[in-house]
């Protein structure tokens, strides 16, 4: 049924892209259509040209771009903002896209929209954490919306986050916020990782246990977030801890806080602590030299972890 809509949608759409070429308010369906489309795998692109429907990523990019340019205070300026952030976050790789969108929600009537739509506050949200995590939490905590509005809890989720990546211990209050306020069930696991994590990095280990525990009778594992958490949760039955400063050091690094991130790797002592965490260690510390542009010592940190891991299954 889904397939036979999609296929409907696509057909109306095109016929009256061509019947009313003006018309922009059409670029947001079509665009995100085609974009799409192009995702899907060469493989199968046979049974899309048997239905006649035909599409990339840069022409559905190139269509919505086109709309959020040409009608900035239109009824579906706010959805189609929303759309090309999520095509051009998630279906595309180049480094400048970060900034691109930045200049969109910059820019008025956008960035007063942003304001006032809960669905838009969160998508310059994800564009401002790729970005500047400071920024990220000052936007997300001045956020106020009226009583008749529908509530995107998934933000406070992500402020929940973010001050996790500063190391900042406030960051469990807002996770539990997510936690009791949201009626779904996904990211609930990985919500009550975090608040495992900021609790082990606050020293307390039974906490973290009790927690880690928790995420098995608690939402569902549909997103990846979710498997990872109920993943490290069994371990953490099995007595599994994680390394703190392996740990503080990736939030760090999550946050863009670098200089943090190689502190606190560089507080490991290396004679004690596990294979897996050694490996961990020189990969994460690549990472970090790599987004420094020490581009050397990165090369070091990551051939040491190719010398490492040649043995590892996964």
């Not at 899309?48 to 959020?68: A, C, H, P």
């Not at 609790?199 to 906490?207: H, I, K, L, W, Y």
């Not at 946050?255 to 990969?283: F, N, P, R, T, V």
Request: with cysteine; proline share 2%; aromatic share 14%.
């Amino acid at each position: 049924t889904a397939a036979t809509e999609i296929n409907s949608a696509y057909h109306m759409l095109e016929e009256n892209h061509q019947l009313y070429p003006d018309f922009l308010a059409d670029n947001m369906g079509i665009g995100i259509l085609h974009a799409m489309i192009g995702v899907i795998p060469d493989q199968y692109q046979w049974a899309l040209e048997m239905l006649g429907i035909y599409g990339s990523i840069e022409q559905g990019v190139s269509e919505i771009k086109k709309q959020i340019d040409g009608q900035k205070d239109h009824a579906f300026s706010i959805e189609a903002l929303f759309y090309y952030s999520f095509v051009r976050l998630n279906l595309q790789t180049d480094s400048s896209r970060f900034n691109e969108l930045l200049h969109y929600y910059k820019m008025e009537p956008y960035m007063s929209f942003c304001k006032q739509s809960p669905l838009l506050s969160f998508s310059y949200a994800v564009v401002l954490l790729k970005i500047d995590n400071d920024k990220a939490i000052d936007f997300l905590k001045e956020l106020h919306f009226e009583d008749n509005q529908i509530p995107l809890y998934y933000n406070t989720y992500l402020l929940g986050q973010a001050l996790l990546y500063q190391l900042n211990p406030t960051s469990f209050t807002y996770l539990e916020e997510y936690i009791n306020q949201y009626s779904g069930m996904n990211y609930k696991k990985s919500a009550l990782q975090r608040q495992a994590w900021s609790q082990f990095m606050e020293g307390d280990t039974a906490a973290y246990k009790k927690l880690m525990s928790r995420v098995l009778q608690t939402g569902t594992e549909l997103m990846d977030a979710d498997k990872y958490a109920k993943k490290e949760a069994l371990a953490a039955e099995e007595g599994y801890l994680p390394n703190l400063h392996l740990l503080r050091s990736r939030m760090q690094f999550d946050g863009h806080y670098y200089q943090g991130a190689l502190y606190e790797i560089d507080k490991m002592s290396l004679h004690e602590i596990s294979q897996e965490d050694l490996l961990e260690y020189h990969y994460r510390k690549g990472r970090i030299y790599h987004e420094m542009q020490e581009l050397e010592l990165a090369g070091k940190a990551y051939q040491a972890a190719l010398k490492e891991g040649k043995d590892e299954e996964s």
